[in-house]
């Protein structure tokens, strides 16, 4: 992480993550995490205030506290989704927006992490345990502690899904909903806080991608460098948005430093094509 240091200095949101990452390695809290990434995307925000919406959410159900789990879920059902009319933004799915706790919570539209993220924030205000599942395709949470598990459908209004209605969403994402039990099992278990924020800032990416914003692009992607220091992905990313921003040698000393002791590695063949690329 050296030749971020610099930026850690200037950028108050980014060093926070550092020190949530090295605090909280994969259990990332995602309310905070999330709330510094919406402050580092939009300068001036004060990441406080998404974290206090998600706590008045949570005072609004604070008397389902250590209820049975089907009455808190249908309590948080009907707050997120019937009084505040949280939905999934089909019609601008790929806006930025959807990707930002504060804008999630104001437009009360986004992407169905961003929005799972919300339900397992007030979840976790109320005290109910549930966990986000990065399904292929799209993102659901799931209780935690029920078997045969069962799975909520933020983006559609909190649906509940039992395991045919997830073959079925799989089948419509990757034309089969046959695969080995074990690679079933991964689909449908909880991911950790980390990895939630590694695909919000894939899709941040993405986003920015698509519309030009390279500066987007390489804050989404060093943002996931402070997630993982060794993403072979992002590590290219990064030294080819350097490239393409006329920063050449930067580009060259970005993959030299990831490359340092590691020239034999196969994983990091596409760093040295990159390099042998750049130099010519």
């Known amino acids: 992480m050296r030749d971020l240091d610099p930026l850690l200095r200037t950028c108050p949101h980014r060093a926070a993550l550092v020190h949530l990452v ?20 939009q300068p001036g925000l004060d990441p406080a ?6 706590d008045r959410l949570a005072e609004r159900v604070a008397g389902r506290r250590g209820a049975d789990l089907f009455v808190q879920i249908a309590a948080l059902n009907h707050l997120l989704f019937t009084e505040q009319g949280l939905k999934g933004d089909e019609t601008s799915y790929d806006d ?8 999630v919570l104001d437009r009360r539209l986004g992407l169905p992490i961003l929005l799972s993220l919300v339900y397992v924030e007030v979840g976790r205000r109320i005290g109910m345990k549930v966990a986000g599942v990065g399904f292929p395709g799209h993102f659901v949470v799931r209780p935690t502690e029920v078997e045969p598990p069962f799975f909520i459908d933020p983006f559609n209004g909190g649906r509940v899904l039992r395991e045919p209605d997830m073959r079925s969403l799989l089948k419509r994402v990757a034309g089969s909903a046959e695969v080995e039990p074990e690679a079933w099992q991964r689909f449908i278990a909880p991911v950790s806080g980390r990895a939630t924020m590694q695909r919000i800032n894939n899709n941040l990416k993405r986003s920015w991608v698509r519309r030009g914003d390279m500066a987007g692009a390489m804050r989404a992607t060093e943002r996931n460098l402070v997630l993982d220091p060794d993403s072979v992905g992002d590590l290219h990313d990064r030294a080819l948005l350097l490239a393409q921003d006329g920063q050449g040698e930067a580009a060259l000393a970005s993959l030299d430093q ?13 760093l040295r094509a990159l390099r042998e690329a750049l130099q010519e």
Request: hydrophobic residues 45%; contains cysteine; aromatic residues 0%.
């Open 22 to 41: 090295a605090s909280h390695g994969d259990d990332l809290p995602l309310d905070q995490a999330a709330a510094r990434l919406a402050a580092e995307e």
């Open 258 to 270: 990831a490359l340092a002791g590691r020239e034999a590695d196969p994983d990091l063949a596409c």
């Open 49 to 54: 205030v998404p974290l206090a919406a998600l």
């Open 96 to 103: 930025p927006r959807n990707s930002l706790l504060d804008c």
